[in-house]
């Protein structure tokens, strides 16, 4: 499975927290701020963990939380592995939990998770992450909204009449329509992920997988670009059955699925809305919006016309972390976060992070991560920073886009960083 700590044939196992660490060297240790900065100096310890540790689940309970792509996701054995090494941590956060792989592997680990996030799509698919429903209730509602479906508002122009055969977009629309006004159960949540899943990708010899004309499945193509490719290469839309489609997805995702723990997803703003909750915390497993990373939403437009949005691209892409005016702005906006987390964190809580930036930006993500959790002044204490290194093409967490959506830079440059939150004076 990905990890990205399987660089070079070698996994490497997580830092043991409670053991002496040798080749740390104290660096930028601040008595006001509370935080030591421990920077390895030598190579990581080598504890080969063996083949993997997603073995040990049936390979039915990884399919769920594959039901959806995301840009910049990680791994599930990333947050699997923090929460191996910390098996008391009962409560975790992930305050911008994406597609919600902190809380599927909260799910398998048995433990409960909130999840936060600002992108409406991202709380679309981790919400299905939280959940449970057979296979036959998904298909039962979408077959009760395309029976029942009357007047349907079906987007139009170019982009829409290339993208989807005209029955096709119909019945889209109207499982968009049903979905948006119907209760907002366990089984809605589970279809509206799905289709989210299976709404564009290329097109495939035999029985097709995805709704739309040819596209990529991680991002949807901008209009223009979509128009010119189709046009170019005269792939006229074919006729694909909605229903056909959802019947194969749900039994392939939602036959044999883990029990349930509770999760919870909140829409909104990561500091804020840390701040509303009223649990403690033992844990925090999350990665920021990578730095120069601004368009979590535009590149996910169709998606997010899915499940209510415009059928323009949405460039504004409100409240999203990323797009401050400055550096120094994103390191305070980042040490907000950190300091909320905090709040809601026990004493010794762990934060665990992965964070990137594109090459564009130059900036090294190390040194923003640290500064971050430096501002923040609320007793979180670095224990170790490491680079992810590259994994290979297919396992990459994030990849440099240019604007028609192919890959053309060198991987994003990725940092993880694990804390500890010690007591500071005057926190609570
Ligand atoms: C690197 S992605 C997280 C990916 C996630 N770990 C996964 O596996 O899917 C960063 C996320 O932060 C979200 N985000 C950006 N600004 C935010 C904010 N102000 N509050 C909450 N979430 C925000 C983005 O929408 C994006 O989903």
Not at 150 to 175: K, M, N, Q, Y
Not at 306 to 329: D, K, M, T
Not at 390 to 409: C, D, I, T
Request: charged content about 20%; proline content about 7%.
């Amino acid at each position: 499975m990905a990890c990205a700590t399987q660089a070079a044939g070698h996994v490497w196992a997580p830092l043991d927290l409670a053991r002496p660490v040798h080749g740390l060297m104290l660096s930028g240790a601040t008595r006001d701020t509370g935080i030591c900065y421990c920077r390895r100096t030598l190579l990581y310890d080598s504890v080969v963990l063996g083949t993997g540790q997603l073995g040990e689940w049936s390979k039915d309970w990884l399919k769920l939380n594959a039901v959806c792509p995301y840009y910049t996701m990680f791994p599930l054995d990333f947050p699997l592995d923090h929460l191996r090494l910390y098996p008391d941590a009962r409560r975790v956060l992930d305050p911008f939990c994406g597609r919600g792989t902190t809380l599927y592997a909260a799910r398998l680990a048995g433990r409960q998770a909130v999840g936060i996030d600002i992108n409406p799509v991202a709380v679309a698919v981790a919400r299905a992450k939280t959940v449970q429903a057979s296979p036959v209730a998904v298909v039962q509602l979408a077959k009760r909204i395309l029976r029942d479906m009357g007047e349907v508002d079906i987007p139009e122009g170019e982009f829409w009449d290339w993208g989807f055969h005209p029955c096709t977009l119909r019945e889209v629309a109207a499982l968009r329509d049903g979905l948006r006004t119907c209760t907002d159960t366990p089984t809605a949540q589970l279809l509206r992920a799905l289709l989210l899943g299976v709404l564009h990708g290329p097109r495939n010899k035999g029985a097709p997988s995805y709704l739309s004309n040819q596209m990529p499945r991680t991002y949807a193509s901008k209009p223009a670009y979509a128009v010119r490719y189709w046009r170019m290469h005269a792939l006229d839309p074919v006729r694909v059955d909605t229903l056909d489609v959802i019947k194969r997805r749900a039994d392939h995702v939602l036959n044999d699925c883990p029990p349930r723990t509770p999760g919870r997803v909140v829409l909104g703003d990561a500091a804020r809305s840390v701040m509303a909750l009223r649990q403690r915390f033992d844990m925090v497993i999350t990665s920021p919006p990578y730095y120069g990373m601004r368009t979590y939403v535009a590149d996910q437009w169709l998606r997010n016309w899915f499940i209510g949005g415009a059928s323009e691209v949405p460039y504004g892409s409100e409240g999203q972390l990323a797009r401050q005016s400055s550096q120094a702005a994103f390191v305070s906006a980042l040490a907000d976060v950190w300091r909320a987390a905090a709040s809601r964190c026990r004493p010794q809580g762990r934060l665990v992070i992965r964070f990137g930036a594109l090459p564009s930006a130059k900036v090294s993500p190390e040194e923003l991560m640290v500064a971050s959790l430096r501002q923040a002044g609320a007793g979180w204490l670095v224990r170790d920073v490491r680079p992810v290194g590259v994994p290979s093409r297919h396992r990459r967490q994030a990849e440099q886009f240019n604007g028609s959506g192919r890959v053309v830079g060198r991987a994003v440059d990725e940092v993880d960083v694990t804390a500890e939150l010690v007591p500071t004076r005057g926190r609570r």
